[in-house]
């Protein structure tokens, strides 16, 4: 049973930072892709963030600048270090991971394609 377990969420102020991790129970070297949802109650869940195997990255326009991908493939974990963040960045973050399909890794890359799941970690930003 492969596992993602998602840490680090919690609740900061305007312009505060959080670095999340995922940890994988399996190696995370061979993933297609690897990415970062977020979702908030009664919307649909939302890309944010993708790295692809090569180390290519990939970031949803209201992140870019803020937010940064990055893999430790080590210790199996994916992390997104948040910063500068804003009330609007309040939901619940999600890591994803592929290793079958061979479509392109981008932060828009449909989540239907992504075969691991974490259980999300929450994210508040006040004001």
């Known amino acids: 049973q492969v596992q993602l377990v998602e840490s680090g969420g919690g609740s900061v102020q305007f312009g505060g930072s959080l670095r999340l991790s995922c940890k994988a129970s399996?190696?995370?070297?061979?993933?297609?892709?690897l990415g970062w949802f977020r979702q908030v109650p009664g919307k649909e869940r939302e890309g944010v963030a993708a790295?692809?195997?090569?180390?290519?990255?990939s970031y949803a326009n209201s992140v870019k600048g803020r937010f940064t991908v990055s893999q430790d493939n080590t210790n199996n974990t994916l992390y997104l270090q948040m910063t500068n963040l804003r009330p609007e960045d309040t939901a619940m973050y999600f890591c994803?991971?592929?290793?079958?399909?061979?479509?392109?890794?981008?932060?828009?890359?449909?989540?239907?394609?992504?075969?691991?799941w974490g259980q999300g970690t929450q994210v508040a930003v006040s004001s």
């Open positions: 399996i190696a995370l070297d061979g993933s297609n892709c």
């Open positions: 994803a991971a592929d290793f079958r399909s061979q479509i392109p890794c981008t932060w828009y890359r449909p989540s239907g394609y992504y075969i691991y």
């Open positions: 790295i692809a195997q090569v180390g290519t990255t």
